[in-house]
T-cell receptor, first 111, second 113 residues
Framework: GQQVMQIPQYQHVQEGEDFTTYCNSS?????IQWYKQRPGGHPVFLIQ?????EVKKQKRLTFQFGEAKKNSSLHITATQTTDVGTYFC???????????FGKGITLSVRP | EAQVTQNPRYLITVTGKKLTVTCSQN?????MSWYRQDPGLGLRQIYY???????DKGDVPEGYKVSRKEKRNFPLILESPSPNQTSLYFC????????????FGPGTRLTVT
């Protein structure tokens, strides 16, 4: 079945450093979504990417969809303590429209 | 306010005692889904529903049942809970299908002893 991989599962950064994480799919995706879960909270939708090579920005967050539509990245510029949480990608299979979540990456930020 | 609600938020129960976790959304969404979240395993889909009376198995359906008699409600039923079903459960809804933005409920933390 479809696999969506996020490695590593944890990353620690110093406040002010940039942070990049990747999401890789075993199958071609029709679109990819990113969610953020704060500690003790529930996942909250951040963004959806649909087009090959698409880049979207939300303030200090930059999301990119790969040209082959099998991978995606999330880049945070100058991390802040408010960026702490777990970031999930979720890929929609292009063949059957099934949504599969990655295991997530938990980001901690040292002040 | 657009929201997904779940009840109860916390539940401690014993092995074999049937329980139901309710989920309701007020956004007139067609798609609803249940996930469980376990450390190191991320979000795994249990069941989903594309519309009223239409339900399908997700990745980990064993030991769970669902029903979708009304558009707004999607209860999760554990007929005979076991300790390996101790987990954090999330209900989610989306406009048309899973390929759309999903709105998650606040979660239900279940402990089965």
């Amino acid at each position: 079945g479809q696999q969506v991989m996020q490695i590593p599962q944890y990353q620690h950064v110093q406040e002010g450093e940039d942070f990049t994480t990747y999401c890789n799919s075993s199958t071609t995706l029709s679109n990819i979504q990113w969610y953020k879960q704060r500690p003790g909270g529930h996942p909250v939708f951040l963004i959806q990417l649909v087009k090959s090579g698409e880049v979207k920005k939300q303030k200090r967050l930059t999301f990119q969809f790969g040209e082959a539509k099998k991978n995606s990245s999330l880049h945070i510029t100058a991390t802040q303590t408010t960026d702490v949480g777990t970031y999930f990608c979720a890929g929609v299979n292009g063949a059957n429209s099934k949504l599969t979540f990655g295991k997530g990456i938990t980001l901690s930020v040292r002040p | 306010e657009a929201q997904v609600t779940q009840n109860p938020r916390y539940l401690i129960t014993v092995t074999g005692k049937k329980l139901t976790v309710t989920c309701s959304q007020n956004m007139n969404h067609e798609y609803m889904s249940w996930y469980r979240q376990d450390p190191g395993l991320g979000l795994r889909q249990i069941y989903y529903s594309m519309n009223v009376e239409v339900t399908d198995k997700g990745d980990v359906p064993e030991g769970y049942k669902v029903s979708r008699k009304e558009k707004r409600n999607f209860p999760l039923i554990l007929e005979s809970p076991s300790p390996n079903q101790t987990s954090l459960y999330f209900c989610a809804s989306a406009g048309t299908s899973g390929s759309y933005e999903q709105y998650f409920g606040p979660g239900t933390r279940l402990t089965v002893t």
